[in-house]
């Protein structure tokens, strides 16, 4: 720990310090292993195809919060100068930086918002030149389940709180619980107040398709809860079914980055959030004017239609889509005027040709048909003369006329009584 904080210490200062990614001795029990970098591009990434949009907005300037296990900081996709800052460690004490991660939770939902495209690789993420917050409140990996709840409420407030107060417009909280915390429910109001987009899973503990379970903080006002839906575009059979799933993102097979370089495949709604997250990025960056509650608005209103129908407890307002959302009315200058008509001088000699024409053309039709009528005429007497010389100029026979039919009469009367 002592070392952690020289370093820190060192870094803050300006002095040259290692990468400040790695955990600190000691604060990873069990760290997780690194992963093998996978080529391949996702799903996720060719469903929603964010090179459409980065024309119009990349995130630049944007500032998202993962309140979370922390983001590998050294990660190849993530260590551009500038892209993941220090942000702090509120599970450990002395002070140490959130940007170290022990179980790729924190770094697989950076890596979905804001991964840089890299050559050979598929996966990147939807807001590449947005910047990350790491905000460290847990050693575990969340799994949407509850459990990320026994995590002190006091810290995952603390976080929150923080996340608000260093100018994150978007906090993205890739966990979810069925209690609800007045600490965590305060902590989330102020965030809401302070602008921020806050941006939360639904949670993974749907058993059936009855809706029921609580979840929070998804359910708290201001917030977007988003739920999971896989490759076919069907709700993830354990993302939640409630009022507070306000739009749905891929999240069943999707891949993530994972720490200490590589890739992973993961499920949960945890990972829905942060495509939605990176989304609200995009739309801060090119829509800069619009509150935090016109972004949400905006999300609805331009999501594609799922299979829930509109304003689903299961799909919300259905699959967040990056392009409309930032693209739908971007111009907003109005049409210019049409200038005034002004007609002009009107070319009397030409109109004269023109009348001319239409006169000759007239003309000609008249004698064209007068012509061909005298070829009918002649032709029909030449073929007369012809046929009466050949007869010397007597009548030709008319066929008899048929013989009358004898009358059929019929019988006498028959008075079957005498007269």
């Given amino acids: 720990m002592l070392a952690a904080a020289t370093a820190l210490v060192a870094l803050q200062c300006g002095a040259v310090a290692p990468a400040y990614a790695a955990p600190p001795a000691g604060a990873c029990r069990d760290p997780e292993p690194a992963?093998?970098?996978?080529?391949?591009?996702?799903?996720?990434?060719?469903?929603?195809?964010?090179?459409?949009?980065?024309?119009?907005?990349?995130?630049?300037?944007?500032?998202?919060?993962?309140?979370?296990?922390?983001?590998?900081?050294?990660?190849?996709?993530?260590?551009?100068?500038?892209?993941?800052?220090?942000?702090?460690?509120?599970?450990?004490?002395?002070?140490?930086p959130g940007s170290f991660d022990c179980v790729s939770h924190g770094t697989g939902v950076?890596?979905?918002?804001a991964a840089d495209p890299v050559p050979g690789v598929g996966f990147h993420g939807i807001a590449p030149d947005a910047e990350i917050?790491?905000?460290?409140?847990?050693?575990?990996?969340?799994?949407?389940?509850?459990?990320?709840?026994?995590?002190?409420?006091?810290?995952?407030?603390?976080?929150?709180?923080?996340?608000?107060?260093?100018?994150?417009?978007?906090?993205?909280?890739?966990?979810?619980?069925?209690?609800?915390?007045?600490?965590?429910?305060?902590a989330v109001a102020y965030a809401v107040w302070k602008d921020a987009v806050v941006v939360a899973a639904a949670g993974n503990s749907q058993r059936d398709a009855n809706p029921?379970?609580?979840?929070?903080?998804?359910?708290?006002?201001?917030?977007?809860?988003?739920?999971?839906?896989?490759?076919?575009?069907?709700?993830?059979?354990?993302?939640q079914i409630g009022p507070y799933v306000g739009i749905t993102a891929p999240g069943a097979k999707v891949l993530a980055t994972t720490r200490a370089g590589g890739h992973a495949y993961v499920d949960g709604t945890s990972f829905a959030?942060?495509?939605?997250?990176?989304?609200?990025?995009?739309?801060?960056?090119?829509?800069?004017?619009?509150?935090?509650?016109?972004?949400?608005?905006?999300?609805?209103?331009?999501?594609?239609?799922?299979?829930?129908?509109?304003?689903?407890?299961?799909y919300g307002a259905g699959l967040a889509d990056p392009y409309r959302a930032v693209t739908d009315g971007l111009d907003t200058a109005k049409p210019a005027a049409l200038p005034a008509y002004t007609p002009g001088p009107v070319d009397q000699a030409a109109l004269d040709r023109a009348e001319r024409l239409q006169e000759t053309g007239t003309v000609a039709k008249w004698l064209t048909a007068a012509a061909i009528a005298a070829i009918v005429v002649a032709a029909l007497g030449v073929t007369v003369a012809l046929r009466g010389r050949r007869r010397r100029w007597r009548p030709g026979r008319v066929?008899?006329?048929?013989?009358e039919p004898a009358a059929v009469e019929p019988p006498e009367q028959i008075f079957l009584l005498p007269k």
């Fill in 35 to 96: 992963h093998a970098e996978v080529q391949a591009e996702p799903w996720a990434q060719r469903l929603l195809s964010p090179e459409r949009v980065w024309p119009y907005s990349r995130g630049a300037g944007v500032l998202v919060a993962v309140v979370d296990s922390g983001v590998d900081a050294d990660h190849p996709q993530l260590s551009r100068a500038g892209k993941v800052q220090q942000g702090r460690d509120f599970y450990l004490p002395g002070g140490l």
């Fill in 110 to 113: 950076a890596g979905v918002i």
């Fill in 133 to 186: 917050l790491p905000v460290r409140i847990t050693d575990r990996d969340l799994s949407d389940q509850g459990d990320s709840l026994r995590i002190d409420p006091q810290v995952v407030a603390n976080g929150i709180r923080y996340a608000a107060d260093q100018g994150a417009k978007v906090i993205n909280l890739s966990l979810a619980g069925l209690s609800d915390f007045p600490v965590i429910r305060n």
């Fill in 212 to 239: 029921g379970l609580p979840s929070y903080p998804a359910g708290y006002p201001g917030v977007l809860g988003v739920g999971a839906v896989d490759i076919d575009g069907a709700r993830m059979t354990a993302s």
């Fill in 273 to 314: 959030a942060p495509f939605v997250s990176a989304t609200a990025a995009l739309v801060r960056s090119a829509w800069p004017k619009l509150s935090a509650a016109q972004v949400i608005q905006r999300l609805k209103a331009t999501a594609s239609p799922a299979r829930g129908g509109k304003a689903s407890e299961a």
């Fill in 399 to 403: 066929a008899p006329l048929p013989a």
